[in-house]
């Protein structure tokens, strides 16, 4: 079984940065697919950023150009740099992650992190 443990949640003024981390831990090989997702108040859960084994980032219209998705092979984790904060940013995030080959959609990931808040103030 696979835990996702997210941490670097917090407030934060429009205009500003923060970096979200997620640590793997359960099984010895990689996830292929490791993936970031919000939920707004009172919507459903989209996609953010998504990352494969080796490379190749994909990003939400939205974040492109203001987020920045990473991955660390060796300690297992996956970042998400967070830069120039709109208050429609504000959500709760959630890693994901999957050892199959997927897209960007909710159903594609079996793993789940429980989730951080991020607030972004006016």
């Known amino acids: 079984q696979v835990q996702l443990v997210e941490s670097g949640g917090g407030l934060v003024q429009a205009g500003g940065s923060l970096r979200l981390s997620c640590a793997a831990s359960?099984?010895?090989?990689?996830?292929?697919?490791m993936a970031w997702f919000r939920q707004p108040p009172g919507q459903d859960r989209e996609f953010v950023a998504a990352?494969?084994?080796?490379?190749?980032?994909d990003y939400a219209k939205s974040v492109r150009g203001r987020f920045t998705i990473s991955r660390d092979n060796a300690k297992n984790t996956v970042s998400l740099q967070m830069n120039s904060l709109k208050p429609e940013d504000t959500a709760v995030y959630y890693c994901?992650?999957?050892?199959?080959?997927?897209?960007?959609?909710?159903?594609?990931?079996?793993?789940w992190g429980q989730g951080t808040q991020v607030t972004v103030s006016s």
């Open positions: 359960g099984r010895s090989d990689r996830l292929y697919r």
């Open positions: 990352m494969w084994l080796y490379g190749t980032a």
């Open positions: 994901a992650g999957t050892y199959t080959r997927s897209g960007n959609i909710r159903a594609d990931y079996p793993y």
